[in-house]
């Protein structure tokens, strides 16, 4: 009875430790790995996971009399692989952080020459994203890319103690793209998608016609932010006494959202709303409308099974 106990003992401990085994050496292979380019990654984190190791050996020896040898050598192993907090930071600061901002701005440079290149103007796509939901977050960052070629160029980050609140880090961090971009890299902006940002919209609309190279510059909005704006009030009215169908119409009401920012030409915003509308009249099978502007449905949708 007591050599059983004294068994299960032991592969009970063995077992435990598998885990942690597999954070060390999963530790160490990042450490040794990033050694040869003198960027030594090891976080803070790991040191003290490597000085509570160490001291797990002496106690799982005591515990058990003996370990496996390959859990015998990533012990071992540890021993190299201690840094000081100064140590961290003193790498990080002269290694790490200007080897990222010189390779940022090493691909930055080339896509711009590239887009030089390139008649037309260049056609932005640009969202913003905080580190934290709701109207607390300490930072916002701004993100453009390029639709043609699909490549980011341009990325700022906002503290909200910066400007009047966290909710207008995207405004902020927009303009500095866009000055970046046109005066800076003296690019010319055609277009330019967002959400439907009050600010951003007025500022889009109000200023850049007296900037050179945003005069020119057309405003569109995300069909997909609409689209998420447009499900959150289907689920809530779905919820009411009465409506629960609604909700099962969902998918199809957003891909017909989709369809009619595909389909209609721009700048027929008449034809855009009378198509948009006849989804009133689609769900219930009937494809003719009484309007002139769009007076039947599109062929692929009155062949559809409603």
């Known amino acids: ?40 990654t090891t976080s803070l984190r790991s040191c ?94 701004y993100t453009v890319i390029e639709q043609r070629i699909n490549k980011v160029l341009d990325t700022q980050l906002v503290q909200s103690n910066e400007v009047t609140s966290s909710n207008a880090c995207d405004l902020e961090g927009l303009k500095r793209c866009l000055t970046l971009l046109t005066e800076t890299h003296e690019l010319d902006v055609a277009s330019m998608v967002t959400d439907r940002h009050k600010s951003i919209e007025k500022y889009l609309r109000e200023e850049t016609p007296h900037n050179p190279h945003t005069a020119e510059l057309k405003h569109h909005f995300d069909a997909w932010h609409i689209a998420k704006g447009l499900g959150k009030k289907i689920d809530a009215l779905s919820k009411k006494k009465g ?16 369809y009619v920012a595909g389909t209609v030409p721009e700048g027929q915003a008449d034809l855009l709303g009378e198509k948009w509308k006849s989804v009133a009249n689609h769900v219930q099978d009937i494809h003719e409308h009484d309007t002139e502007i769009y007076p039947m449905c599109d062929q692929d949708l009155s062949q559809l099974s409603c």
């Open 1 to 40: 009875m007591h050599v059983h106990s004294m068994k299960s003992k032991k592969v009970h401990l063995h077992q435990q430790f598998q885990y942690q085994r597999k954070v060390v050496l999963h530790l160490y292979s990042t450490l040794i790995r990033h050694q040869s380019k003198m960027t030594l």
């Open 48 to 141: 003290r996971l490597m000085r509570h190791y160490r001291k797990k050996r002496r106690r799982y020896v005591k515990k058990i009399g003996s370990l496996p040898s390959q859990t015998l050598r990533v012990f071992d192993i540890m021993k190299v692989c201690r840094i000081s907090r100064n140590t961290y930071h003193r790498h990080q600061s002269s290694y790490i952080i200007p080897s990222i901002v010189n390779a940022w701005q090493t691909e930055q440079t080339s896509l711009v020459e590239r887009l030089k290149g390139m008649e037309g103007g260049i056609h932005l796509t640009g969202d913003g994203r905080c580190d934290s939901p709701g109207h607390s977050a300490k930072y916002g960052g």
């Open 243 to 258: 409506c629960e169908d609604v909700g099962l119409w969902k998918k199809s009401i957003i891909h017909h959202m989709y």
